[in-house]
């Protein structure tokens, strides 16, 4: 019987740990993390003290985008396990307190789907083909794709097929890898074939989806080409690609089945977004009968700076009160470029509507990774004080760094290719998790040829050593995670900025809480009756406590 709290509504204060099952832990010495390996680890995560896990796509998959390329929708990848092992954790997480979330793929499938194999083999303006984007080319042999539209992973969001009977045949949309054909949201077949997985993971116990690009599924009728020369940050809330209208009669759908499960010993199931929009926009998605939660990818990507945060937290509790919904917090994802790297770096954060890829801008920058770890101790500490839920990603609470010196020969991102390697893409924060021991792979695995190599330098940085470290980043989440559980003012609920130098984030929340971040280079002395934790040691004084600069901590006032 599942030992999960009762709350209905647990996402809204909720820390979830994001696992990335190839690289989590190795149980068979195959080289590539699996369900087995997640189930022999939940006790890190107890220990640790999250409230929920999120799982990306474990599907049967040709990985050609880590599994984001699903083949089947309602199995397991036999290089992860099986059905039973997937039920096995689920039941073995509901015993512990732990919820389950794991990814739905909505946008697109793979290539290797057999819907799109029919496809393929059907005739143009057939049933089969309807429930993916084909279209004629432009042209006069039709050699051209029919508009403008580029892929995420570089390169044009076409690929033309060849006919069954070998003539050069139809285009099919594919916003991000080649072998990732987009479906037809406009086809009922597709929408109720969604309902079906839906409920099928629902009726295993699991307790809800991160919606993969939740921004993407719909598109313009007509398919119009974008605007020549215009900004791509000038199109959000304008493009024929993204953020449609139509999404939200399929959220309304969804929402009505999760909430189907109100009467169940897990209560209703919920839905977290995915969505890179600013905020305003991003939190009609979250709208009382659409989705429950979104990532803050805003506040990912803002740049360590108490400006540049403190507008963010400000707009970003605004908009989602104005709907009723709970903020999330969120440094890092198996997506985006480790924080105590891209803190390290001169330019630490993005431009939110930037064009390019959010992780491509930080490689072959300098690093400096004492000043990016010290700012990663104090992020969290901001993270994990602010009203809402959080998400943390495998190997943040070790304070990991980005690999950043891959060798070009073990990079499997498809950014890399398709950028014409340019971009080296993402799997230098995807590297497998160091568990224990002095030398690769750590614990791992018990073979040396882990699918992404281990860097020789983590003996320092495993879940082993840095249990028994009180300066480790495993002590400072577990304690701020530990002080989360019991402490009744933190999770959902309100905040109150106090008057600070500009330069430092300083807020209360109630009852009898301050959080002061200082991102300056004067220390700061505060009052408070005591300091519950700090990011790192500081000079405290009776009822004084000198904060220094990139340092945090959560006081009782
Ligand atoms: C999301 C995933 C990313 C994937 C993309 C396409 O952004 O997080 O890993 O490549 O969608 O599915
Ligand atoms: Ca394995």
Known sequence: MATIPAANDWWRSAVVYQVYPRSFADSNGDGIGDI??????????????????WISPWYPSPLADGGYDVSDYCDINPDFG?????????????????????????????????????????????????????????????????????????????????ESDGTPGQWYLHFFDVSQPDWNWKNPEVVKEFDRILKFWFDRGVDGFRIDVANSMVKE??????????????????????????LAPIQRRWRAIADEYQDTPEGPRMFVAEAYLPHDRLVRYLEPDRLHASFNFEFLLSAWSAGSLRTTITESLAAHESVGASATWVLGNHDNFRPVSRYGKQISGLDFSDPAPPHAQFHGTPTDIVLGRRRARAAVMLELALPGGAYVYQGEELGLPEVEDLPDDVLQDPTWERSEHTDRGRDGCRVPLPWSGSEAP???????????????????????????DPSSFLTL?????????????????????????DDVLDFSREPNFRCVVNFGDDAVLVMADSVIVASASLEN?????????????????
């Open 36 to 53: 087995r390996g997640i189930i022999e680890h939940l006790d890190h995560l107890v220990f640790l003290g999250v409230d929920a896990l």
């Open 82 to 162: 099986t059905l039973d092992d997937a039920d096995a954790l689920v039941t073995r997480a509901h015993e512990l307190g732990l919820r389950i979330i794991i990814d739905l793929v909505p946008n697109h499938s793979s290539e290797e789907h057999p819907w799109f194999k029919e496809a393929l083999a059907a005739v143009p303006g057939s049933p089969e083909r309807d429930r993916y984007i084909f279209r004629d080319g432009h042209g006069v042999n039709g050699e051209l794709p029919p508009n403008n539209w580029p892929s995420v992973f570089g390169g044009s969001a076409w690929q033309r097929i060849t």
């Open 221 to 246: 009728s007509g398919l119009p080409d974008l605007p020549e020369n215009e900004e791509i940050g000038e199109l959000v809330g304008n493009s024929p690609m993204w953020d449609q209208p139509g």
């Open 442 to 468: 750590y614990g791992w695995s018990s073979t040396d040829n882990t699918w992404l190599p281990i860097p020789n330098t983590w003996a320092d940085w495993t879940v082993e050593a840095e249990k028994n």
């Open 477 to 501: 989440y577990r304690t701020l995670l530990a002080e989360r559980r019991d402490n009744p003012a933190l999770g959902a609920g309100t905040m109150r900025w106090n008057d600070s130098p």
């Open 541 to 557: 004084h009776g009822e004084l406590a000198l904060i220094g600069r990139d340092q945090a901590a959560w006081l009782r006032s």
